[in-house]
């Protein structure tokens, strides 16, 4: 490793709304912030179309575009933004860890800022992928407001796909619920109330055969998979509830994470379990999910970062 190794005062990985404003927070406090973006910069805004429900766009505005804003504030606060992603870390010694960068440019991190975010599992068919952000959306939350006094589709049996339905129920005229087995997975009480709902039909032993539209969502056709029986539903929306996966196998053997794979901080803190290193957003989040909340956390992680490195200094 060569001598003449870029040092830095705060690594961030991953961009999305909790790593940008991590990058706001991180300039504004003169640490001169180096954020690698990742193989997707902006994060899952990038693919949804618009956003209605973050604070300050009384219009709604789309998720690229959204993205492009908080880079841009970034940038001008003085964040030092590029395109490249962190392909191994060293945790071994305490910090300035060293960080290899694509194939072969390394640097050295006083801090580091883990905002590598989650990616929505898939059911993987061509359909999905030609409308996803045209009706075809991972989040329920995010996107059911487009979606109200309509009929939709919900594929998942688990504990949030019950919760994105009842949600759903709540806004559109039907949800159709397509369940693989013959039971649920979620816990009795969410069962209830999605069995208790009336406008929620639940489709058990069944799954997605195609999602049928040119431009958007149209239909869903669905195929019992105990009878072959097939089913056409007219729909306008199809949500996709099957879980999603953190971006953190690289800190696999490094940072304390669950059994899933999120992160896991030190209680009302973004501290991990290595000394100056922070997590922010959907890598440590699996119940929330939205901007608002991983913005909210990517702050937390810049705070809590100029505090260690002002305490760091001030006892050398």
Not at 16 to 35: C, H, L, N, S
Not at 242 to 250: A, E, L, S
Not at 289 to 309: H, K, N, P, V
Request: aromatic residues 8%; proline residues 4%; contains cysteine.
């Amino acid at each position: 490793m060569s001598d003449t190794i870029e040092k830095l005062e705060c690594l961030i990985i991953g961009s999305g709304p909790a790593g940008y404003t991590a990058a706001i927070y991180a300039a504004r406090a003169d640490m001169k912030p180096v954020m690698y973006t990742g193989p997707q910069p902006g994060g899952q805004l990038t693919i949804t179309t618009e956003v209605e429900n973050y604070p300050g766009y009384p219009d709604g505005i789309m998720g690229h575009e959204m993205m492009e804003n908080f880079r841009k504030q970034a940038e001008r606060l003085g964040a030092d933004v590029r395109y490249g992603m962190v392909t191994k870390i060293d945790f071994t010694d305490k910090p300035p860890f060293n960080v290899q960068i694509d194939e072969s440019k390394y640097v050295q991190a006083e801090t580091i800022i883990v905002s590598t975010g989650a990616s929505a599992k898939w059911l993987g068919i061509p359909s999905e992928t030609k409308l996803n952000g045209n009706g075809v959306s991972a989040c329920a939350v995010c996107d059911g407001f487009f979606f109200k006094g309509k009929d939709v589709a919900i594929v998942g049996a688990g504990d949030t796909a019950c919760e994105e339905a009842s949600y759903l129920s709540k806004i559109c005229s039907k949800v159709y619920m397509i369940v693989r087995k013959g039971e649920f997975r979620a816990s009795k009480a969410m069962q209830h109330r999605v069995l208790n709902t009336p406008n929620i039909e639940v489709l058990f032993n069944s799954e997605t055969d195609e999602i049928l539209g040119d431009k958007t969502v149209e239909a869903v056709r669905v195929k019992n998979i105990v009878t072959s029986e097939l089913r056409t539903m007219d729909i306008k929306g199809f949500f996709v509830a099957i879980g999603h996966k953190p971006n953190t196998d690289i800190f696999k053997g490094w940072l304390h994470m669950d059994e899933t794979g999120y992160l896991i901080s030190s209680p009302g803190s973004s501290h991990t379990n290595v000394e100056g290193v922070f997590v922010s957003g959907d890598a440590q989040d699996k119940i929330y999910r939205q901007a608002i909340t991983a913005a909210g956390s990517g702050c937390m992680a810049a705070l809590d970062a100029e505090r260690y490195l002002a305490a760091k200094h001030f006892a050398m």
